[in-house]
């Protein structure tokens, strides 16, 4: 059974770090992309982040590029966010998603998702 759990989340004040990770198990996800949402209250579920293979080409949301920083580990088949300067719009539950395609940042296109993990920033 395919399992994504995301960890890391937390409350952290406005210019404060956290790092998301996603562990993979069930199957190896080599091949697959990988990837961040985000849903705030009253809002839809927004892409974030998107990778397919270590150091290969990641793609960003204009509104985290230069802050968030995607990442994977295949050994560990493990999949991280790092977050830095967070601002208080970017409190949302994160998701992590997985695909057996190339990177897409449309939530329709993945097929396995992870229960969600709460980012809480404080002004």
């Known amino acids: 059974q395919v399992q994504l759990v995301e960890s890391g989340g937390g409350l952290v004040q406005a210019g404060g770090s956290l790092r998301l990770s996603c562990a993979a198990s069930?199957?190896?996800?080599?091949?697959?992309?990988m990837g961040w949402f985000r849903q705030a209250p009253g809002k839809e579920r927004e892409f974030v982040a998107a990778?397919?293979?270590?150091?290969?080409?990641?793609y960003i949301t204009d509104s985290v590029k230069g802050r968030f920083t995607i990442s994977r580990d295949i050994a560990k088949n493990t999949l991280y966010l790092q977050m830095n300067s967070l601002k208080p719009e970017d409190t949302a539950v994160y998701y992590c998603?997985?695909?057996?395609?190339?990177?897409?940042?449309?939530?329709?296109?993945?097929?396995?998702w992870g229960q969600g993990t709460q980012v809480t920033v404080s002004s």
């Open positions: 998603a997985a695909r057996n395609s190339i990177a897409a940042i449309t939530s329709t296109d993945y097929n396995y």
């Open positions: 069930g199957r190896t996800f080599i091949g697959y992309a």
């Open positions: 990778i397919r293979g270590p150091g290969g080409p990641t």
